[in-house]
């Protein structure tokens, strides 16, 4: 089942280390968003980071990375995007973002 999120590039800061003001939003929509961190995203390591949800794309949207923020389920987050291939042998294949709740 598919979810309307919204997408902006995340709060940077400037070569004078000064914050950058994150862009506007822009609309785009996951095949699916699970909370939490599936089998396959933990077995990536994340450095200690929480995983407040995993979101997957298919086919994978070119302009999310990891300089990217989704909006989902009422928040805001900073995501590592990977790519994610289907776990039943189909084969079809897309990026996985994972939202991060924070560091730990």
Not at 48 to 77: C, I, M, N
């Amino acid at each position: 089942m598919s979810e309307r999120l919204q997408l902006r590039l995340g709060g940077t800061t400037d070569d004078a280390g000064n914050a950058v003001a994150p862009g506007p939003a822009t609309p785009i929509t996951a095949i699916g968003v699970a909370p939490g961190a599936s089998v396959d995203v933990l077995a990536l390591g994340h450095d200690g980071e929480k995983v407040a949800y995993s979101v997957y794309f298919v086919p994978s949207p070119g302009q999310l990375t990891d300089e990217h923020e989704l909006f989902v389920r009422g928040g805001w987050y900073p995501v590592r995007t990977y790519v994610w291939k289907s776990a039943n042998g189909t084969g079809r294949t897309g990026m996985v973002a994972v939202c991060e709740r924070g560091r730990g």
